[in-house]
């Protein structure tokens, strides 16, 4: 066998040149799996950009998730629990602080006295959580934006859009009616997405049909039904498990569809590679190209 690298002879059934370690193409699987390092070209791929926006957005959703539901929901259910006068006006801040100071405390005491005395440690701890809760909101909305802004930017490429980008991501962050429009952005971009693979008989990784209702209808719920506290200033019980029902529920419907958008996004990143024929409507977005 002569390598086709740096020229020098070898035993045919090496997977690999002795001199320059080149592969042996002879010894490539049709599947792309070279035994030489037993790695699937697949596999060791670089996460594109797409994937680390995507990831990061779902990382701080998650942050933000788990936070809130110890720092807010939590205390605000156990308080419920406690109170026995019906309604209770709002505050947040005193609600986690008297949870956590004042009701956590309690219980300590009651099991064991003296570590009462730790309750500056607890107040310290709320603090900190509560810096950290507005942080990963900030930063949950900040690469949730971004993630959609490049999907539509990349997408686009190939596929007149019905939303440009900037338009989208400023339609999805209005309260309480952005829920409503997420359905039309992501309904549009997953359909322009199945058509672009399935034209270039590419895999698409498709959603459920009642995912994108259940996201629209669970984000309205959830976001109008804080307002409505959050303005009436009285908790009403039902309103406030019926939001903390549907953010779960949006919570574990969002992670579905970024991870579906993503990797349709990376399967497009791979028909831009090989030169894959575009979509004739694009011409209209990037007339740049036809220049």
């Known amino acids: 066998m002569i390598c086709k690298k740096c020229g020098r002879e070898y035993e045919d059934d090496m997977p690999k040149c002795l001199w320059c370690d080149a592969p042996n193409d002879n010894k490539v699987d049709p599947s792309g799996t070279n035994p030489a390092d037993g790695t699937d070209p697949e596999e060791a791929a670089p996460l594109t950009e797409c994937e680390v926006r995507g990831d990061q957005a779902i990382y701080w959703l998650k942050a933000f998730f788990f936070t809130s539901l110890i720092m807010i929901i939590l205390p605000i259910t156990a308080i419920y629990w406690e109170s026995t006068n019906g309604p209770l006006e709002i505050n947040l801040l005193g609600i986690i602080v008297g949870f956590w100071v004042w009701l956590v405390p309690l ?51 190939f596929s007149k859009m019905r939303f440009s980008p900037d338009v989208a991501v400023i339609h999805t962050v209005i309260p309480v009616i952005g829920p409503v429009f997420q359905y039309f952005i992501f309904r549009d971009l997953l359909t322009r997405q199945k058509e672009v693979l399935e034209r270039n008989h590419q895999d698409c990784r498709d959603l459920p049909n009642w995912l994108l209702p259940v996201i629209s209808a669970s984000g309205f719920i959830m976001q109008s039904g804080l307002l409505s506290i959050c303005i009436l200033k009285e908790w009403i019980p039902i309103v406030w498990f019926a939001s903390v029902l549907s953010g779960i529920i ?37 007339p740049q190209e036809n220049q």
């Open 107 to 157: 219980y300590i005491s009651a099991l064991c006295p003296p570590l009462v005395l730790l309750w500056p440690v607890i107040a310290l701890a709320t603090l900190a959580s509560c810096i950290f809760l507005v942080i990963s909101l900030c930063k949950c909305i900040y690469h949730y934006c971004g993630w959609l802004h490049f999907s539509e930017t990349e997408q686009s490429h």
């Open 250 to 286: 949006l919570f574990v419907s969002y992670i579905k569809t970024i991870r579906a958008i993503t990797a349709n996004t990376r399967a497009l990143n791979s028909l831009t590679t090989n030169d894959a024929p575009r979509d004739e409507t694009s011409k209209n977005t990037l």
